[in-house]
């Protein structure tokens, strides 16, 4: 089972963040045969983390919620909350085998929040145009039957054009943050 994963950062834990980035690779290296995508979330001066993205293949859900919630950063209070979601690898592959490689051009993740009314999950496919694509799924419910939003990872020139990848007219709420490919270089 495929899970997203997205910690958010507390105002104010960069030096904490700071001070356990051993700690969070260290952990981050035990689920590296698990790991679909990882990386932060970045503040507008491209360099400080307001998050951290996992996306991640696991046997269920209790593997899923250990994951989320026994990772360093969390137990330290380096995170306000998590946005923990099934998820489905709609590109059927890891951020590795992007071929745009790890550098170069904006990269953003873009969060499709969806709206009160039922979506069908089978309606959520990528735009015809992959080359840009890192990652992109539906957010799904546990039981993994209910549309709940879309996740993306991708390169872009700017995040108007990031946000673009997803049909507004779906979702409750859109969002982009600038994201760059994680672990250990």
Same mark, same amino acid.
């Given at each position: 089972m /495929?899970?997203?994963? !997205?910690h958010?950062?507390r105002l104010g834990? *960069? +030096?904490?963040?700071d001070?356990? *980035?051993?700690?969070?690779?260290?952990? &981050?290296d035990?689920?590296a045969k698990? &790991? @679909?995508?990882?990386?932060?979330?970045?503040? #507008?001066d491209? /360099?400080t +983390?307001?998050?951290?993205?996992? @996306?991640l293949?696991l046997?269920?859900?209790a593997?899923a919620? $250990?994951? $989320?919630?026994? /990772?360093p950063?969390?137990? #330290? =209070?380096v !995170?306000?909350?998590?946005?923990?979601r099934r998820?489905?690898? &709609?590109?059927?592959r890891?951020m590795?085998?992007?071929?745009g490689?790890r550098? =170069?051009?904006?990269?953003?993740?873009?969060l499709g929040?969806?709206a009160?009314r039922r979506?069908?999950?089978?309606?959520?496919?990528?735009?015809?145009d992959?080359?840009?694509l890192?990652? !992109?799924g539906?957010l *799904?419910s546990?039981?993994g039957?209910t549309?709940?939003g879309t $996740?993306a990872?991708l390169? #872009?020139p700017?995040?108007?054009?990031?946000?673009?990848?997803?049909?507004?007219?779906r979702?409750a709420e859109?969002?982009?943050?600038?994201?760059m490919? =994680?672990?250990r270089q």
């Amino acid at each position: 089972m /495929e899970f997203f994963c !997205y910690h958010r950062d507390r105002l104010g834990s *960069l +030096p904490l963040r700071d001070e356990l *980035l051993e700690r969070h690779w260290a952990y &981050m290296d035990q689920h590296a045969k698990e &790991m @679909i995508a990882r990386g932060p979330t970045l503040a #507008a001066d491209d /360099e400080t +983390p307001t998050g951290s993205v996992h @996306i991640l293949d696991l046997p269920d859900s209790a593997a899923a919620r $250990a994951f $989320a919630f026994d /990772e360093p950063n969390y137990q #330290a =209070g380096v !995170y306000r909350d998590v946005l923990l979601r099934r998820w489905r690898n &709609m590109l059927g592959r890891t951020m590795w085998d992007f071929p745009g490689g790890r550098t =170069g051009g904006n990269r953003y993740l873009v969060l499709g929040l969806g709206a009160a009314r039922r979506a069908d999950a089978r309606l959520d496919v990528p735009p015809p145009d992959r080359d840009e694509l890192i990652a !992109y799924g539906p957010l *799904l419910s546990d039981d993994g039957t209910t549309w709940l939003g879309t $996740a993306a990872l991708l390169r #872009a020139p700017d995040p108007g054009t990031a946000r673009a990848v997803l049909n507004a007219d779906r979702y409750a709420e859109v969002e982009v943050h600038t994201w760059m490919f =994680g672990g250990r270089q």
